[in-house]
């Protein structure tokens, strides 16, 4: 009789769908260390709008602004947070600020080997559990992922989908009147349903990829365009809306 009821509770917990949560750090650094910086205006709210955005869905937000936003801190968030993510869950690093070619700045960076590099943020995602591993990042320069020192080179993105805001020669744009970066504006109206073309609930990769940037480059009048790298296939799950 026990080991029947064993069998039956199996099946069950089989039958039952599987739970999966999200883990988030957002960055934002409107203002640098250094003199030297030219300070921006609109990151730290970038971050602060991202990080609500994904609060509606799951505790498991980390924001870091302004002065706190230093490359150790961030590093150590990183880990923190992916750490706790298992086989079933998606991992987001949100990054808004100055950024070069083959990294971004933190707070206290004055020279390119201050700079938390790509490298450092997908090594660390790498060993997350997590299947879904995204960094979404709004920084100048941000696209030239495949520059490693002089020469361009094949990214290695460990299963990492990252979705930049500029090609590695352009400046990713803040424009007067708008109440976040051009690219975190649209970045959020996709992933709140914007780019859900076929309206099926489901927000993929290639439907927030086009959505973002058609209006990017349309709004930036062809000055900026997102560019999207990683191994992945194009209706890969970014959103899902519950049913109503």
């Known amino acids: ?40 205006r609109l990151p730290v709210k970038d971050a602060k709008d991202v990080a609500a955005f994904y609060r509606k869905a799951t505790d498991n937000v980390t924001s870091l602004t302004g002065k706190d936003a230093t490359k150790s801190e961030i590093l150590k968030c990183l880990r923190n947070q992916f750490d706790k ?47 879904g591993k995204f960094i979404f990042a709004d920084a100048c320069n941000s696209g030239a992922i495949r520059q490693t020192g002089k020469k361009p080179a094949k990214p290695q993105t460990n299963d990492v989908l990252l979705f930049l805001s500029s090609r590695g020669s352009e400046y990713s744009i803040e424009l007067k009147n708008d109440d976040n970066g051009m690219f975190t504006k649209f970045l959020l109206m996709g992933l709140k349903g914007g780019a859900d073309n076929d309206r099926n609930r489901i927000v993929t990769a290639k439907e927030l990829f086009l959505f973002v940037s058609e209006n990017v480059k349309k709004r930036s ?23 109503k």
């Open 221 to 243: 009048g062809g000055r900026q365009h997102p560019v999207m790298w990683g191994k992945f296939d194009d209706n890969l799950k970014i959103v899902e809306y519950k049913r």
């Open 85 to 131: 993510a298992s086989e079933t869950d998606k991992i987001i690093f949100f990054f808004s600020g100055h950024g070069y070619p083959g990294g971004f700045c933190p707070y206290e960076m004055t020279c390119i080997e201050e700079g938390l590099s790509y490298k450092e943020v997908i090594s660390i995602m790498a060993k997350s559990r997590a299947k």
């Open 1 to 40: 009789m026990r080991s029947y009821l064993i069998v039956i509770l199996a099946i069950i917990c089989l039958a039952l769908p599987i739970k999966s949560e999200t883990y988030v750090v957002c960055v934002g650094i409107s203002e640098y260390a250094s003199p030297k910086v030219k300070n921006l």
